[in-house]
């Protein structure tokens, strides 16, 4: 089972004349993946870059295009389409869509539709650094902002007119988790949530640890569901890259953007969480440290050798040390990975041991799989859940806390 707010949403996509289009084609091919109804219109301009052959043929819908706008069919199709959507997007904005529409014209089957409609609008604006920074551009963009449109902020990086600045559309990715993000129940506003993730490392010498196959995946979907939910998050993250995105609705919905503090070791994990875990009411400790570490890290290279031998001592416990400290207005969540065998008993001694109000029971080969078999002990009651993928699993966590 997944967790997937897009099914069944309907979703108008508006497309308008920027090089940026062709992206657009993965986004609709992704929504309709996830069981979102999908209609495309296109502006004039937008047809001289691509045509609504192409669009209709993703979508599996008629693609909308001016040609339709007047056509002496007995129905007013601005006011059909703009009845059609749970959430309208433009991708790509062009300055020139956003400057009619921010004068309120309506010239156009896009432009009249987004009159007509009192749904959410997302707005992607991609163009050339110079025309985004150009004071017309950037007036209709506070005029748009003003009037509720969430004008999401265009990337920088390397643009199709062979420059590097600010005007890039957003990666297909961080597009459609915007809208994973929109349909999300905004019900952890003004939570703080102090989440640990991804492996530890602990050095041998300057080149060489001792780590676990730990993806972090877990702790990432954990972060942006209460993300997605209103919370300020607090990651702190023991891997390499982060396994996703996290889009940039703090814009437009008044929460915080999630602060990563990306650590090496054990001890540096727990220095960080140290500091965060007071002013925190729910930590969750899905990290997987490492439990021991060499005694004596050697500066340099070590030599190669016939036999190393590594004296190991134990590590500084996370989780313990933090949740003995937990006040009564705190909730702490840990993880247990154990052999299937030994899984629930385990998993009960330690909810015991460090004093946590849940915890997640998974078998080792969770460790970096998509989705797996899992066990929650709450405070009263055991749940089992058979096969479901990490992003439900942390949908469940959350309504399970009753935040
Ligand atoms: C090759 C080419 C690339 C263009 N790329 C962009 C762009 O990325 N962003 C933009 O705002 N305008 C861009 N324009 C200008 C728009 O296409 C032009 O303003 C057009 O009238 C926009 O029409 P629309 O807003 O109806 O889609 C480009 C024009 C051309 C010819």
Redesign the pocket.
């Known amino acids: 089972m997944v967790a997937n707010g897009l099914k069944g949403r309907n979703i108008l996509v508006g497309l308008?004349?920027?090089?940026?289009v062709y992206k657009v084609c993965e986004l609709i091919r992704k929504l309709k993946n996830s069981g979102a109804n999908v209609k495309v219109i296109l502006?004039?301009?937008?047809e001289?870059f691509v045509t609504p052959l192409l669009f209709a043929s993703l979508s599996g819908e008629k693609a909308y295009t001016d040609e339709d706008f007047f056509k002496p069919t007995g129905e007013i199709l601005h006011i059909d389409l703009a009845k059609f959507p749970d959430v309208v997007i433009i991708a790509?904005a062009?300055?020139?869509?956003m400057a009619?529409l921010a004068s309120g014209q309506a010239d156009?089957l896009l432009l009249s539709t987004l009159l007509a409609t009192k749904t959410p609008v997302y707005i992607f604006p991609?163009?050339?650094t110079n025309?985004w920074e150009h004071p017309a551009t950037q007036r209709n963009v506070e005029t748009l902002k003003s009037w509720g449109y969430r004008v999401y902020e265009p990337a920088s990086g390397a643009l199709?007119c062979n420059t590097t600045g600010k005007g890039r559309l957003p990666e297909v990715e961080e597009i459609f988790e915007t809208l994973q993000a929109h349909f999300v129940k905004k019900d952890m506003l003004g939570q703080k949530v102090l989440i640990t993730g991804g492996p530890t490392r602990e050095y041998i010498d300057e080149v060489r640890f001792i780590t676990n196959d730990s993806s972090g995946k877990m702790a990432f979907l954990l972060a942006k569901e209460a993300y997605y939910r209103g919370a300020e998050v607090y990651l702190i993250w023991g891997g390499k890259e982060l396994p996703g995105i996290f889009p940039r609705i703090n814009d437009f919905l008044g929460i915080p953007y999630p602060k990563v503090f990306s650590v090496s070791t054990t001890k540096e994990m727990l220095e960080v969480a140290k500091t965060l875990f007071p002013k925190c009411n729910l930590a969750i400790f899905a990290a997987a440290p490492c439990d021991f570490r060499p005694k004596q890290a050697f500066s340099g290279k070590i030599k190669k050798q016939e036999i190393l031998t590594l004296d190991l001592e134990l590590t500084e416990d996370i989780a313990k040390t933090l949740s003995s400290q937990k006040q009564p207005d705190q909730i702490t969540i840990g993880f247990a990975l154990e052999t299937p065998e030994n899984l629930e008993k385990y998993a009960l001694l330690k909810k015991k041991e460090k004093n946590f109000d849940f915890i997640v029971a998974n078998p080792i080969s969770t460790l970096s799989a998509e989705s797996s078999d899992f066990i929650v002990f709450t405070p009263k009651d055991k749940l089992e859940f058979k096969e479901v993928s990490k992003a439900y699993l942390a949908k469940v966590l959350f309504d399970l806390i009753g935040v």
């Open positions: 308008t004349g920027g090089i940026a502006s004039k301009g937008a001289k790509p062009t300055a020139s869509f009619k156009e991609s163009m050339n025309m199709a």
